[in-house]
């Protein structure tokens, strides 16, 4: 008797253990099935936040009006054109003859000087590197200057500066083209070191061929009255070619 009790013992307690387990297996699917669920809506949340964002990002990369209107604008300033062309034409070493007269009608003093020009900033300017022995009334005298030349597309002029050892300051000179477009004609204004007052300084400069330049200076005299100080005629060593190997 005692044997049946044990044996009907453990078949309930294996009962008990088989409905335990029935019960447990629902409970742990309904447990994963809740958090698949929360995983799907998230990302279905999350695929919807994306796709409602996407045309604002879209948006953001596009330009608007204003900001196409603007990057036309720096484009055109931006872009060498037509004029530096011209000036890509001084690009190469000139071998210089120079007169300057240091009054009206007096006899001008004569010497030499070389100048290279160089192509910058993809053909945007131009360097010029000039050396010479000046002759000014006295014995001749060590001359080394520098310049720059480029052409503004916003203001439509061309800009320059000029400094040298004669002197510590910088001229700045704009200008324009004439209508032949073989001379450039450019002002700089600029306070006399000698009497302390406000003068200017007037560059031509002019192609007279391929390989041939003037570059004329004239400056107030004493009435007033511009005259010429300086003349360079300008002859470019090697030739036309030489000048366009130089521009690359």
Not at 116 to 127: D, N, P, Q
Not at 181 to 186: A, F, K, N, R, V
Request: charged share 25%.
């Amino acid at each position: 008797m005692k044997r049946v009790t044990t044996v009907a013992s453990l078949l309930a307690l294996c009962s008990v253990g088989l409905m335990a387990s029935a019960f447990a297996q629902p409970a742990k699917d309904m447990k994963d099935a809740a958090k698949d669920a929360t995983k799907n809506a998230e990302k279905t949340a999350k695929d919807a936040a994306n796709k409602a964002a996407q045309p604002a990002k879209d948006a953001a990369k596009a330009p608007n009006a204003e900001e196409a209107a603007m990057m036309e604008a720096w484009t055109k300033a931006a872009t060498p054109g037509k004029m530096h062309e011209r000036l890509a034409k001084g690009v190469g070493t000139w071998e210089g003859k120079c007169k300057s007269w240091m009054a009206p009608g007096a006899t001008p003093e004569e010497w030499t000087c070389t100048s290279t020009v160089t192509s910058i900033l993809g053909g945007r300017f131009t360097t010029n590197e000039t050396k010479g022995m000046m002759s000014m009334g006295g014995p001749p005298m060590p001359f080394e200057g520098h310049g720059t030349a480029g052409y503004n597309n916003t203001t439509q002029k061309f800009e320059s500066t000029w400094m040298d050892n004669m002197g510590t300051m910088t001229l700045f000179f704009t200008g324009t083209l004439d209508a032949d477009g073989t001379t450039i004609t450019t002002t700089a204004h600029f306070t006399d070191c000698i009497t302390n007052k406000e003068t200017h300084m007037k560059n031509v400069e002019k192609i007279t061929g391929p390989d041939t330049m003037t570059l004329e200076m004239y400056a107030p005299g004493p009435d007033g009255k511009e005259f010429k100080m300086m003349e360079i005629a300008y002859t470019r060593k090697g030739g036309e070619k030489a000048g366009e190997k130089a521009k690359h």
